[in-house]
């Protein structure tokens, strides 16, 4: 069981971008949460993050063939890329999609995401445990 974790833009800036907002923890924070609950479940996690959607659309067509579950977080990309659609459509890997605020709750263009209509699961609002809730969905009894 293999589980890819992908970050959009700007969440590499996470601890210093709008800490009202995403929080004081950092991507590095984040990224060594995720791998010691990977961890602890004896699962295998890989890690990408990209401020550019065309690299995003590549690693998930990478992943084609060797990756069982994705975790998503677009970022900005949630709300305008048809193209990230259209690759998970692609690779047809379950996936799940989290935002570490409640976009619901947020500005009006914020409330569409192209994601989530391919994402088997959308978590919101949990900061990054959202992400361990997103992981623990994909491995199911793992
Ligand atoms: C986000 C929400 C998006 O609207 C925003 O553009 C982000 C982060 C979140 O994690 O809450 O960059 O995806």
Redesign the pocket.
Known sequence: MKILVIN????NMLGIREPDI?GKNTYKNLVDMIQSHADEKGVEVEFYQSNHEGDIVDRIQAAYGNIDGIVI????Y??TSVAILDALKAVGIPTVEV???A?ED?EEF?QFSYVSLVAKKTITGKGFNGYIEAFDDLCGNN
Do not use: E, F, K, W
């Open positions: 959009g833009p700007n969440l995403y977080n677009p970022a900005a949630t709300h935002h570490i605020s976009i947020r914020r």
